[in-house]
């Protein structure tokens, strides 16, 4: 039983994840949050916003995860967003065919549906499900939205959106002008996203519905230094910078590839060092690496299970200026991509502006207003008038654009109606003014950390996970963060007895109003009932026994340390509170 | 303009809501949350956890909305879930068939689709897009649920979930182990669920994409009392039964036609009255009465615009016991529901067991267990062997099923592989033994508050509205509950000085890490940014000035009051936190 099975069965017998539709035989790619996966998600989400929303100002919106073709036209997503197909002829099991080439070719991504179509027929490749050979169909693009239809016929098509970040780059305008027409302002997006794998076989890694969590931040694209760089200067990032990766194997590699770090590859630097030394392409960039590493942690990622990926210069977006993957260790697939971190440039604004036909530009105004020369041309009317009759209009407008390059020639070359009329260059006279401006047009550009919420909480689950041996028994221990742990206060009477069960329900009526997420377990004996909440990860127990009659007091038991501490009822919740923010309080 | 428009318009130009898809023209259904939208959304949604995840310890789950098939189809909403939809021939337009004729039937949801499309025919009613009359095509039902496939091919339908309940109801089975086999327990769900309207036309009201809030009760159907009734036994509610509506035009109606309260109607009572004169069917159903007003209320629905309305009997599903729904008053559309409360009895976890052929049932043990007679069938072996010989085995295990009435006449009947089979009488004989029974079989009922949230956004909007004179001039004031309002508090320097921007920043950053969500405001005259912030409900407003700089201290000023007081800044956060909670400190 590797790790990941162990955490998977932890999971389900516990109530952290569920295959969906189980009950109806179930179907790939679905995973369901049970009550205690579902609490622990909404806590990281909550971190998420603690940091992003509230700590950096980057408001949260949410849009529909419907989504209409013109946007995902302008997006790329209904051309581009799709995998290389194949069905085996003889079973009808449909596979990616990029996946049936890997240890032929190391980076399958690159190559086309004919390319890959001849490798498989070239060294045989069977049928992983009925293992015929020579079986394989061609090769096509199988694209990767859900598509339905919205309303009735079939006019109008709709997607499940693939990311959250779409719904944020089409409200552009609105959030400048929300954001008082200012740059950078950042706004976050938490929700599901969809992929129609054609056949997901890595569970909770590769899901068909998945949550993330995206922050796009405009900024200015003639300055890319952040406001507050100083202070994560001296943040210590684990990178694994391109130029790295070219001596190892797994370089460039799927980002669900197994792999192992290699010391050789992975630096440890510090944010400014990295910009100094142009690793990462500059201030904003890095920032965001910081506060991604902060985010991971703080939610329970392994610090020595985590880095920073770079991607090589032939992975990465054409438009792209700099892309890191946070990645973290797991041990079925080794090194997964958790995080993504772009500078996308205008990529996004420019699309959708172009598609829209919106101008989706702003004023970056001058701290003084620059003088500029400028030419204003001065066609001879008397002259274009008779020439041109009813048309003359629209090619005086077309020559008011000219500009000073177009007028060396003897004849001007203008567009009037799609038709191309020449003039001849004495007609149009010019002369240069010197003009005031007070800003330059603009498209922001946009830094993009982009959450995969899911492949997160595995990760959590999987590095605070732990066997230790106590009482030569084996104790099973999730070391959440208290402030990720679903159950927050175990309360538990000694023994299943009246006079302790009663005390023990005004206990949890009183920690519930105030907040904390308890559960009550009577059923068994203590040292059982410590184990059960020690292997969800419950940070505190409460144990209520005959002194509680006597003087008022219980214990706190702490889940990583196992010792315990008396209390007094009354200061119980407030107790709670504090431990859950600055730790067990020893004795 | 009407109070709808005035609040769209509010939230259109302050960031709470937008039309979908503006960019590209839009489409009629979809909403986005803008900055202020979606932080009050997710403020209610909290209100929501604490009242019933942490407060009742109903655990959340998360389910995915894609769900496949034979969910649906045992849900009943592959073949029930649908509105009468008519194009019209001439424009092609399409229309919900049964909106045509309203006006003219009451209560048209109780007519079939041919008995529609006569009444359109025999009124000559007019196609409201193109005003052509006559050109209707036949009334047929359209399935109201977003359909895609999962995978490739079309082998495997995929359906947007139409409800959250149903992702809860199929994993009953689990549920059911993590609760540690005890009923009552319940488990609930904050998620997106889908409706393919026809032609949605009433905005923010009917969404084709919408919030849910639901939690599913699974209760013992011998005993619906409900173990905390003692203590809201003395809550009032607003009601308006089912006996009241018959002399009401509106009875019976759609959830949003328009209608006045009438005082002849509603009645006010408590939830004891509301059980003891069996107005509510059960404690159970009317403590759910309660603890909803208790989450609507708090949330910042105004009680006198809320009511709950009972179904009438042929309102009402065929299944359910009981139905009432939380009903608020709205400018434009009457009164609106926004939640629905239904004892939905074992209907969801019946049909899932026979769909699945998975035993839902569970035992409920009785307090001492009991003595029940049971016949055990002896069949004489030696006579049944030489006559079915190979399928002897097969049909004993047929007569071992039988019951005592199966036996009383001369011959007894058993099916075999689809094949009756006769069998002399006395070929089979019987005892009867006396067996203990520890506890009996039963399906959980299900009580479901459901909960419609973009509604109820909607109308904690309309009510927390207010327009006053101050000063002679208009003040647009949302008097949102301090726990709602988007932004908590706002900081404004006096004047926009650089010494007074200073010392706001910081404060703005003190605050931010104390968890509070703080817009800072430098632009305009200090009443502008008042009247700014009052409009999108800021309880709190701090303002820096000249005296800030000399003792440390800052002003808060109240929105709804208008009145300030003077704090120092050390003590700033900790008295926001707390006014939050209590409400504001007055001078």
Not at 313 to 333: N, S
């Amino acid at each position: 039983m590797d790790t990941y099975e162990k955490i998977i069965g932890l999971a389900k017998r516990r109530g952290f994840l569920w295959n969906s539709f189980e009950l109806y035989g179930g179907t790939a790619g679905f995973y369901d949050y049970g009550p205690l996966g579902a609490t622990m998600k909404r806590r990281i989400e909550d971190i998420w916003r603690d940091i992003y929303v509230i700590g950096e100002g980057f408001y949260e919106i949410e849009t529909p995860t419907i989504g209409i073709e013109p946007v995902f036209v302008a997006s790329g997503h209904v051309h581009g967003f799709s995998d290389p197909m194949t069905v085996c002829s003889n079973c009808d099991s449909a596979f990616r065919a990029d996946h049936l080439i890997k240890g032929i070719v190391e980076v399958p991504d690159t190559l086309s549906a004919p390319e890959i179509k001849q490798l498989i027929d070239e060294h045989g490749i069977k049928c992983p499900q009925c293992g015929g050979v020579g079986t394989f169909g061609e090769v096509f693009d199988f694209n990767l939205m859900f598509k339905t239809t919205i309303g009735p016929g079939t006019q109008r098509m709709g997607y499940l959106r693939p990311e959250t970040a779409q719904g944020m780059f089409i409200n552009f305008d609105r959030l400048f002008r929300f954001y008082r027409e200012k740059l950078p302002f950042g706004v976050t997006q938490i929700g599901k996203a969809y992929r129609n794998e054609i056949s997901p076989r890595q569970g909770v890694i590769r899901l068909r519905e998945f949550t993330q969590a995206e922050a796009e931040i405009f900024i200015n694209p003639r300055d890319k230094n952040h406001p507050k760089f100083s202070m994560v200067r001296n943040a210590v990032l684990r990178c694994y910078p391109a130029s790295h990766q070219q001596n190892d194997s797994e370089g460039g590699g799927d980002s669900d590839a197994a792999g192992d770090d290699r010391a050789a590859g992975v630096i440890e630097l510090t944010a400014g060092e990295a910009v100094d030394r142009a690793i990462v392409a500059h201030e904003f960039l890095a920032y965001h690496l910081v506060l991604t590493n902060h985010f991971l942690v703080r939610a329970g990622v392994d610090p020595a299970r985590l880095r920073f990926r770079q991607h090589q210069p032939d992975e990465m977006a054409h438009y792209a200026v700099d892309c890191w993957d946070a990645e973290v260790l797991t041990d079925r697939f080794g090194w997964v991509e958790v995080v993504g971190i772009a500078d996308r440039t205008d990529y996004d604004l420019s699309s959708h502006a172009n598609h829209s036909q919106h101008d989706l530009s702003v004023v970056l105004e001058y701290d003084t207003p620059k003088q500029v020369e400028r030419i204003v041309i001065k066609p001879d009317m008397s002259m274009i008038g008779p020439l041109y009759k009813d048309k003359a209009g629209k090619v005086l407008a077309a020559l008011k654009n000219l500009k000073e390059e177009d007028l060396n020639g003897d004849e001007i070359s203008i567009k009037v109606d799609g038709e191309e009329i020449r003039i001849a260059r004495d007609v149009v006279g010019y002369e240069t003014v010197i003009e005031e401006v007070r800003g330059e047009d603009v498209i922001p550009h946009v830094i993009e950390p982009s959450f995969g919420i899911d492949r997160i909480i595995y990760a959590v689950l999987e590095h605070s996970f732990a066997e230790e041996i106590v009482d030569k028994e084996t104790r099973s221990v999730l070391r959440l963060p208290a402030e990720v742990a679903p159950v927050q206060v175990a309360v538990l009477p000694l023994l299943t007895r009246e006079e302790l069960i009663d005390p023990s329900i005004k206990i949890v009526d009183m920690l519930r109003r105030s907040g904390i997420l308890v559960s009550y377990d009577d059923a068994g004996t203590i040292g059982r009932r410590y184990r059960r909440n020690d292997e969800i990860g419950t940070p505190f127990s409460v144990t209520i026994d005959y002194d509680t009659l006597d003087d008022d007091t219980v214990t706190i038991r702490d889940r990583d340390s196992m010792l315990q501490i008396r209390v007094q009822v009354r200061e119980l919740a407030e107790k709670v509170h504090a431990m859950m923010r600055s730790g067990f309080d020893s004795p």
